[in-house]
């Protein structure tokens, strides 16, 4: 799935929709986002293109320039906004209705919500946004997301087969630890590591550098002499 831009106009939707074309030919079966903001991107876009849905913080909302008929028919992803606002949009584009417009097909819907609201020390909940100032921000964050498939589970739109069953988890030990100071060089071990650019010296002592870099700096800038 990759979103490739939104289309603010009809030759922003023509240049979008070729690429999205051209991607499709290449990687059949991948999804190609392009998020609809003009009224021309409907007729432009072809139907194998899914429309990006802006449903959260944009400068355009959907009624400013579409109808509820040009979702219709087509696929759909929901950019942003709740579960529960999300979950509105979907059954305005799929429930049926008085002038029998086909269903959208919803590919999907995603949101980075949850990670800004837990740097001010709150998680989501099915009741709302709740008080999180005791938990981490890794902590807060996996609250909302398990009260988010939660919601989902409710409304029975929650896959029987997840991701990490068919790919694995997300995040895998490596082979062989690497470790990394802030000046980008490699420390190979972890006893190398403890003992990382530090050094003696006859005037001040034991010294310890953040990088290599800093080492030889301060090294010649103070003219130290190493023990």
């Known amino acids: ?34 998020v ?25 909302k959907p009624e400013d320039y579409s109808s509820v008929r040009d979702w219709r028919g087509r696929n759909v992803h929901v950019l942003g906004g709740s579960p529960q606002s ?10 049926p209705n008085l002038t029998r417009d086909p269903p959208a097909d919803i590919r999907g819907v995603d949101g ?8 001010f020390g709150e998680f989501y909940s099915r009741d709302g946004y709740q008080r999180a100032d005791h938990l981490s921000i890794r902590e807060t964050v996996k609250i909302s997301l398990e009260e988010i498939k939660a919601f989902w ?11 990490r ?7 895998q030990e490596p082979d062989q630890l690497i470790y990394m100071d802030q000046g980008g060089d490699p420390i190979p071990s972890r006893d190398a590591l403890e003992n ?3 050094g003696e010296y006859e005037e001040h002592g034991r010294l310890a550098f953040e990088n290599k870099t800093q080492k030889q700096f301060v090294e010649h800038r103070e003219a130290l002499n190493k023990i």
Do not use: H
Request: proline content about 5%; glycine content about 8%.
């Open 112 to 119: 980075n919500g949850v990670q800004k609201a837990a740097y």
């Open 165 to 171: 069953v068919l790919y694995g988890p997300a995040v």
């Open 36 to 60: 609809a903001k003009c009224e021309d991107a409907f007729e432009i876009l072809d139907q194998e293109v899914t429309l990006g849905y802006p449903n959260g913080y944009s400068d355009l």
């Open 86 to 95: 999300q979950f509105e949009v979907i059954e305005e584009l799929t429930q």
């Open 196 to 198: 990382a650019y530090i």
């Open 153 to 163: 589970q409710d409304k029975g739109l929650w896959p029987e087969t997840e991701p």
């Open 1 to 34: 799935m990759a979103v490739l831009g939104d289309a603010y106009n009809r030759t922003e939707a023509e240049e979008l929709g070729e690429t999205a074309i051209q991607l499709l030919e290449e990687s059949p079966g991948k999804e190609i986002i392009v």
